[in-house]
């Protein structure tokens, strides 16, 4: 195995019934990559994702994530891979350095670990403030730094972003793109799914899925030359359109 | 005039929601609501369709007043609120009728102008409403809110978690809506959908930061935009941050948008500096500004 | 009225659509009348019992005969000594003894008085308690056939509690009880769970901002309730008809009058509770903590209130399902008409117009 590519896939299919929700999809990820998964709502992104994320089972195909096989290993995954979503990242009535001792601890990090780290994360972040603040009356934007931050307390190989930066205001976003590319600068991969196409175009590559299948794959650089497309926006609404 | 917005402020608690808002929306205007989560938008939305009172200041919708006439409000407006609020367990058609009912209408009398949208879910009319995907949800929502005709439409975020290509047709059914006769108020966090709009108002935190055409208001940026780019992204936005005659330094894509302090910036000596932090492929253009450079140099 | 019909049959799309909801209001009335029909009951049946008899005489053989003839008793064991009680109620299966004294019928002759001792098993209390009155009932009856020639009556107590229930069968008792906690689960519960998950839904935003006027909006959530709270009740009094032989003594009409009462009375409840709760979850936590623990406490449904503290039965009287337990008893055990119920149903119908006055002036027009 090549150890520079960390997610492996091939021909991996999830069927729902007679529905094929993801049909044969390949690709690789490298260490330290931004990778983009794109797709229209009902494309099958979060079904690929979640057989990555070894929380189901594929019907058929290949996949390796951070060294593991997906059907055989799906344990050692999850300890290896962050994950950040929207709908669930932080428990609201813990402040957050509870929430960051709860989740070191779910991580097994030892008591001395967690503490070294949560005071190096609530420094970077700038909460000394509101260590002890419950996570609820924080603002959106600080949340899921906040909960960025939290995924990526164990050091995992990769990090699984679910349309992390929905509502936040533009300065925000910007600054926590700004933490997604000093994580890959550091060697973790980045794998993030997202509807703002602006934002597809901050990955080093963008994969796009319609109907279960990936149609596209490269950088943001070359699908624009390639469906000769101003932005990503429009890449997406020639793919997705057909 | 078909809204009007005069010194409206609401509180909750400690939150100040809205302060001091004042605006006016034109008869048959399609008119957005810019901004983040959190900056007020919902608030605005529901003391316009009479569902909250402000702490102070006067609105009007339709030429009614929101709180003495609001009864007259209620007949005349469509509301379209942030999550979607139709019953899952009811079918595309029996939420259309139901609404058609309270409102004292039928579907048939009003056909016309949800037709467009109408025929793209018809076909699944007996599926139950929380089976349908995010985009047909959402243009059943928009039916509803239309079934009876209303001469002022409110849409709380209409968009938000819709991919791209429904996204795309939902702005194009506005538009036929509004050749209709109907003012549109609508909001979104998207920056992107701004330049859709006739005008637009930009909100943060419970204020307004400027309001105006798309087109004027990325006039009001006046300092020179550079594209930058280099082979290492993350490197190029902490040289950035460290360069000490730098205004705003934001990732823009592919790109990097820098602004700097000095009125005689000179783009080889940014070059230059660059190349001492060793960044190679280095690239530096002149750009014009988006509606987000705006709305972040405004919310600065 | 258009809009109301149409209201209405949108509530009926919710209800037949949801089978949690479903199972509420049908599943449970049947389940919980025979549970309390069949299995959680106060009669005793085949209960084993112990005998230790230091006489062995003519009277405590005839006691004995008595007992065992019975079918609430068998007589398992015979004991000697007393030391042996303790091992006997050891192996469990055993739940009394009665211990006779030495020269029982002497006794009896001479000084008029013997004594028998009923020692029961009480880890499970009420079992205990239902034991021991059953025993005394058998000796007060076997004392009154003694007495039978002789010029002294005696007050049985237990006698007036048996008039209206004379086989002693706990079903009747509880049938009044099961039927004011399912209407109360019922058009509590369910109304104020079904106007709150309109506010979680953000679909009463949307009704708001219609013209649909608040009254309207309550009226329809009301109407649908009323009728599936009287077609549970009509189940619940057939079933105690058909299934457990229970005469229904009084008018049905006025039973039918007053149970909408007291229906309307908990669905204006149920409003109220949805005009304070902004989730599903807190209204029904409300009702349950707030109406269903009263309603079996408190209500003399399972505790007789005569025997609470006084703090606990001036509670009482504000609990609407009292009253109602107090008329459709009377109604349906003793047969009584509205001449001795109308104090009760004047009660009930005041607390039922303060309630619906409350929840409408409570009910908002807008969000906050």
Not at chain 2, 82 to 107: M, P
Not at chain 3, 225 to 242: D, E, G, K, R
Request: with cysteine; net charge positive.
């Amino acid at each position: 195995m090549n150890h520079n590519k960390v997610i492996q896939v091939e021909g991996l299919t999830k069927m729902f019934g007679d529905f094929t929700a993801v049909n044969a999809i390949t690709f690789d990820i490298e260490k330290g990559e931004i990778f983009g998964f794109l797709g229209a709502n009902g494309a099958g992104k979060t079904t690929a994702m979640k057989m990555l994320i070894g929380i189901s089972n594929p019907t058929s195909g290949k996949a390796n994530v951070a060294g593991f096989n997906v059907f055989t290993n799906a344990e050692d995954i999850k300890k290896n891979i962050g994950y950040m979503s929207q709908k669930f990242a932080l428990y609201d009535d813990l402040t957050v350095k509870e929430n960051i001792t709860f989740f070191g601890g779910i991580y097994g990090l030892s008591i001395k670990r967690i503490k070294e780290k949560s005071e190096i994360l609530i420094q970077e972040l700038g909460l000394e403030k509101v260590a002890n603040t419950l996570v609820g009356s924080l603002p959106l934007g600080w949340k899921q730094k906040l909960s960025f931050s939290v995924s990526l307390i164990h050091d995992p190989k990769i990090v699984f972003l679910d349309e992390p930066t929905g509502g936040v205001d533009p300065i925000t976003r910007r600054q926590f793109w700004e933490m997604i590319y000093k994580a890959a600068n550091q060697g973790t991969t980045v794998f993030v799914t997202t509807h703002y196409m602006d934002e597809a175009e901050y990955c080093d590559r963008v994969s796009i899925m319609v109907n279960g299948k990936i149609e596209a794959l490269d950088t943001p650089k070359k699908l624009k030359e390639k469906f000769k497309a101003a932005n990503m926006n429009d890449v997406f609404l020639k793919l997705a359109r057909g | 005039m078909s809204i009007t917005i005069s010194n409206i402020s609401k509180s909750y608690k400690n939150v100040k929601a809205l302060q001091d808002i004042s605006f006016e929306v034109k008869e048959n205007e399609l008119f957005g609501l810019i901004g983040p989560d959190g900056a007020g938008k919902t608030t605005l939305f529901r003391i316009l369709t009479t569902l909250l009172i402000a702490n102070e200041g006067t609105a009007t919708v339709a030429g009614f007043d929101v709180i003495s006439d609001y009864k007259m409000i209620r007949n005349s407006v469509g509301y379209m609120p942030g999550k979607f609020s139709l019953y899952q367990d009811l079918t595309v058609e029996e939420n259309l009728n139901f609404f058609a009912t309270i409102f004292g209408t039928t579907i048939e009398e009003n056909y016309d102008l949800i037709k467009d949208i109408y025929v793209q879910i018809e076909p699944f009319k007996d599926r139950r409403a929380g089976k349908l995907s995010g985009g047909m949800k959402q243009k059943l929502a928009l039916c509803c809110a239309l079934i009876h005709k209303p001469k002022v439409l409110f849409l709380d975020e209409p968009t938000t978690g819709v991919d791209p290509v429904s996204r795309k047709e939902f702005w194009d059914m506005l538009k036929r809506l509004q050749q209709k006769g109907i003012t549109i108020l609508v909001s979104t966090p998207y920056m992107d959908e701004a330049a859709l709009c006739d005008r637009i108002a930009l909100i943060q935190a419970g204020k307004i930061l400027e309001i105006d055409t798309p087109k004027a208001i990325v006039k009001h940026y006046s300092k020179p935009i550079y594209n930058v780019r280099a082979n290492n992204m993350y490197q190029l936005i902490n040289s950035l941050n460290d360069y000490e005659y730098n205004h705003s330094v934001y990732p823009f894509g592919e790109f990097v948008h820098y602004t700097d302090k000095r009125a005689d910036f000179n783009q080889k000596e940014l070059k230059m500096y660059l190349e001492t932090k060793n960044l190679t492929d280095i690239e530096i253009e002149k750009t014009i500004a988006t509606i987000e450079d705006t709305f972040m140099e405004l919310a600065k | 009225m258009k809009r109301f019909i149409g209201f209405i049959k949108k509530e009926f799309y919710h209800i037949f659509r949801d089978r949690r909801s479903l199972f509420i209001l049908f599943g449970m009335p049947i389940a919980q009348i025979l549970l309390f029909g069949f299995a959680i009951t106060n009669e005793i049946n085949n209960v084993d019992i112990a005998i230790l008899d230091h006489s062995k005489d003519a009277t405590t053989k005839e006691i004995i005969n008595k007992i065992s003839a019975s079918k609430y008793f068998s007589i398992k064991q015979i004991v000697t000594r007393e030391a042996d009680i303790a091992s006997v109620f050891q192996k469990g299966h055993v739940k009394a003894v009665l211990n006779f004294e030495k020269d029982f019928s002497k006794n009896l002759i001479k000084e008029h008085k013997a004594s028998v001792q009923i020692i029961t098993d009480a880890t499970d209390p009420n079992t205990a308690n239902t034991i021991s009155n059953y025993i005394n009932a058998i000796l007060l009856q076997y004392q009154k056939e003694l007495n039978k020639d002789i010029t002294i009556t005696y007050q049985i107590v237990s006698e007036t509690r048996m008039v209206y229930n004379p086989e002693l069968k706990s079903v009747y008792m509880f049938v009044p009880g099961v039927m004011t906690i399912i209407l109360m689960l019922v058009s509590a519960m369910m109304t104020s769970i079904s106007i709150t998950r309109e506010k979680e839904l953000g679909t009463m935003e949307i009704l708001l901002v219609s013209p649909l006027k608040p009254f309207q909006v309550i009226v329809g959530k009301v109407f649908s309730y009323i009728f599936l709270s009287i077609i549970n009740a009509v189940v619940i009094v057939m079933l105690s008809i058909f299934i457990f032989k229970m005469p229904v003594q009084g008018s049905l009409f006025l039973l039918a009058l007053e149970s909408i009462l007291f229906i309307i009375s908990a669905l204006a409840l149920g409003i109220l509770i949805s005009t304070i709760s902004a989730t599903q979850q807190t209204a029904m936590m409300i009702s349950l903590m707030g109406l269903m623990l009263p309603v079996i406490l408190l209500s003399g449904f399972i505790f007789p209130i005569s025997s609470m503290p006084l703090p606990l039965q001036m509670i009482s009287n504000i609990i609407p399902a009292k009253w109602f337990i107090i008329i459709i008893k009377g109604i349906m055990l003793k047969g009584v008409g509205l001449q001795f119920v109308w104090k009760e149903t004047l009660i009930l119908l005041g607390m039922t117009v303060l309630f619906i006055a409350l929840s409408v002036k409570k009910y908002k027009i807008r969000l906050e």
